[in-house]
């Protein structure tokens, strides 16, 4: 790990302790720093955590970002749609991308490295400096539990991305540079029990509104944990958990309700249970995934074939979702969950999307089919097509039926949106049977990305994943 950690170990203190608003003049040696000024005073030791919600919608600025996207604010979506079936990438001569689209990634592609490897650990760290500050500091402590409790909840996300992009990787806990400089890489297990002890302490610490953002559903609360624990608890196999924590969220029908399909993606639509806020006063005033896919001029990430072809008559997803732009004579459709380009300065009208309520219908669909529970499973996909505008699926369907119309509703439901259908693919053990008819160098290695080449060069401790060198 000392690849990355000699990056943030130069880059740490002065990006988070001088971007956020110059809290600190650098002038004394770092191991002085954190606790003592940095988390001085509430406003100080809140803009310290802000700015890891920064760092996820602002495209990792620090060098990390292509195109102005890191895997906190649409590479995930854009490059794992690429790796699945969801969507190819029209300009063939970007050799980086096109080794997602071919599922030939090579140990030395520079978006593997900055995107998805270095991006979330550099926000790990800076969570870490968080937990770490506020638990030295004589903050009060409902200060404390709340700015600590934000902090885990965004470590155990940036760990789950990382646990399933590529499998057993360096659990890093601390700031401390001679433990993490070193690290192994931990088993799933290990890293799992840590998402699931951050998100258990985040739900049990942080409140149960959103008063901190003014009402404005932009930062972390008791209810973001509790769903993203329910999605943790799904892929882990823990189908009640999965049941109990997403009936949670639906039940809580004061903050939490499906909308229109055309409102889904609003700022602070009932839907929402977390959003990116986006910064009214930085073009393009809108969210960075939309500027990577609305074309300007003709297409760049668009929609298979096989994807548009595996929507049901009258599904309304399609009208509403998905939109074309013509190139060369021929349609290109493309992700149209988000409409704005270009916005207005000062009145953004689109947040991005990080969780939302149709997600836990679907998790407590599949959990309560893999528990036997059908009708209930049944009745919970109904919602959803429903508001899709398609008709309600039967009463008699067997076990096997159910799951597959929930895997087709997740597809449809959940495209171009945080990687969902690969990870789907994945954790349902479909990736051979799906993508090898379609990927021409696919190979059952393709599941798990390679650690950085350069990480490996730094760390000898560090393996690579089986199939690349």
């Known amino acids: 790990m000392s690849g990355i950690f000699k990056f943030l170990f130069g880059l740490t203190f002065l990006v988070f302790f001088s971007e956020c608003k110059k809290l600190v003049q650098v002038s004394e040696p770092i191991n002085t720093l954190t606790a003592e000024k940095t988390f001085r005073t509430e406003a100080n030791a809140t803009s310290a955590l802000i700015e890891v919600y920064n760092d996820l919608i602002s495209g990792g600025g620090y060098g990390l970002s292509t195109f102005g996207l890191n895997y906190g604010n649409g590479a995930t979506t854009c490059y794992l749609g690429l790796s699945a079936d969801e969507m190819n990438f029209y300009n063939g001569g970007d050799a980086i991308s096109m080794q997602f689209q071919n599922n030939n990634l090579q140990s030395d592609n520079m978006y593997v490295k900055n995107l998805f490897w270095l991006s979330p650990y550099f926000d790990i760290y800076l969570s870490n400096a968080v937990i770490e500050g506020v638990g030295a500091s004589s903050l009060p402590q409902r200060v404390k539990d709340q700015l600590s409790g934000e902090a885990k909840f965004l470590r155990a996300f940036c760990n789950f991305y990382l646990v399933n992009l590529f499998d057993s990787v360096p659990l890093v806990t601390t700031t401390a540079w001679a433990h993490t400089s070193t690290l192994p890489r931990a088993s799933t ?40 624990l329910a999605r ?50 930085v073009f393009p005033y809108a969210t960075p995934e939309a500027d990577n896919i609305i074309p300007y001029a003709g297409p760049t990430f668009y929609l298979t074939p096989q994807f548009m072809a595996s929507f049901e008559p009258n599904d309304q997803r399609l009208s509403s979702w998905v939109d074309s732009t013509n190139a060369n004579g021929n349609n290109f459709y493309y992700p149209s969950k988000y409409k704005v380009l270009v916005g207005n300065q000062g009145d953004v009208s689109e947040y991005y999307m990080m969780l939302r309520v149709a997600e836990q219908y679907l998790i407590r669909a ?18 959803i097509r429903t508001r899709a505008g398609l008709s309600a699926l039967g009463a008699s369907l067997s076990k096997d039926q159910v799951l597959a119309a929930i895997y087709q509703e997740r597809r449809i439901e959940l495209f171009s949106e945080w990687g969902h259908r690969w990870f789907d693919l994945k954790r349902t053990g479909q990736l051979n049977s799906v993508l090898g008819p379609v990927k021409s160098n696919w ?7 390679p650690i950085p080449v350069t990480e490996i060069q730094y760390d000898p401790i560090l393996t690579q994943n089986p199939g690349y060198n």
């Open 189 to 228: 297990s290990e890293i799992y029990d840590q998402i699931k002890s951050d998100l258990q302490d985040a739900q049990n610490i942080l409140k149960e509104d959103y008063s901190v953002s003014n009402g404005e559903r932009v930062r972390v609360n008791k209810w973001a944990a509790t769903a993203f």
């Open 366 to 383: 599949e959990s309560r089919a893999l528990q036997d529970n059908l009708g209930g499973a049944i009745e919970d996909l109904n919602t």
């Open 232 to 281: 943790v608890s799904l892929y882990l196999g823990d189908w009640k958990n999965a049941e109990s924590q997403s009936t949670t969220i639906i039940e809580n029908k004061g903050l939490f309700n499906l909308v229109g399909l055309d409102s889904v993606f609003l700022k602070n639509s009932d839907e929402s249970i977390w959003q990116l806020q986006i910064n009214s006063n």
């Open 443 to 449: 190979k059952t290695t393709s599941r798990i990305f």
